[in-house]
């Protein structure tokens, strides 16, 4: 295959997946990563991609947001793991806020079975998990409802975070980097975010290591807000040692 022929594959491919890998575009042509890197070199130099960590993502795409069933099925095993490992930040008999995402949906239902907690979420499915968990004091935040995530937006959600401070909340991001911080396709969701970093007294990011250096339209924070990072082994110790530079503890799990 030419250059030409395997760059306009590369682009069709970073359309159709959202993003793609250097790594995996080298075994998928069964060319060296350093071909793989000009490829993109002459993709981005065109206007139609651009370059992050580890890969591409097509230009316009910023903005992507899969939906909700789309992203469950996603790095699943990761998501379990970064659940499993958040057990040890819950607080005993204290408050906790979790985020709409799903690996804090695994988190949720990772929760021991005797856990005594004060919840506050303002993501649906997140609530449904929780509604008949005796120990659990479920406060849902309202709102007016995103049909992509099932979370509570704007002014109703905002006004009632801006009046507590849990214990520790359990942050989602769609994308993550010491340089671009923590953002995500959408200004609501975005403003929320920010709420919910100024509700608690502890701030706990779950995200795994895919969204490491992805950048998206709306940010909502920088990593020197963030106490902890938990995330999987796909996270580089050098990459995870840029993320500590930044301010933030990190766990894989």
Not at 16 to 32: M, N, Q, S, W
Request: proline fraction near 4%.
């Amino acid at each position: 295959m030419y250059a030409p022929e395997r760059q306009q594959t590369i682009l069709r491919l970073a359309r159709e997946r959202g993003r793609v890998e250097v790594l995996a575009l080298a075994d998928e042509f069964a060319v060296t990563a350093e071909t793989v890197r000009r490829d993109l070199k002459a993709l981005a130099r065109a206007g139609v991609l651009r370059r992050v960590h580890g890969g591409g993502i097509p230009v316009g795409r910023l903005d992507f947001e899969p939906d909700l069933s789309e992203r469950e099925g996603t790095a699943v095993a990761q998501k379990e793991r970064i659940a499993r490992a958040a057990l040890t930040q819950l607080p005993e008999e204290g408050s906790v806020i979790l985020d709409a995402g799903t690996t804090t949906a695994a988190l949720a239902a990772a929760l021991p079975l005797d856990a005594r907690l004060t919840v506050l979420t303002h993501a649906l499915p997140l609530a449904a998990r929780l509604v008949d968990r005796p120990g659990i004091e479920l406060h849902v935040i309202g709102g007016r409802v995103r049909h992509r995530t099932r979370a509570a937006v704007d002014a109703w959600a905002l006004r009632t975070y801006g009046e507590i401070t849990a214990d520790v909340v359990f942050l989602a991001t769609n994308g993550f980097g010491p340089g671009s911080g923590l953002t995500t396709p959408d200004l609501a969701e975005a403003a929320v975010k920010r709420a919910l970093i100024s509700a608690a007294r502890r701030v706990v990011l779950l995200a795994d290591s895919r969204k490491f250096e992805q950048e998206h339209f709306a940010r909502f924070g920088s990593l020197s807000q963030v106490d902890l990072l938990i995330t999987d082994d796909g996270l580089t110790a050098a990459d995870a040692r840029a993320v500590e530079a930044a301010g933030t503890e990190v766990e894989r799990a």
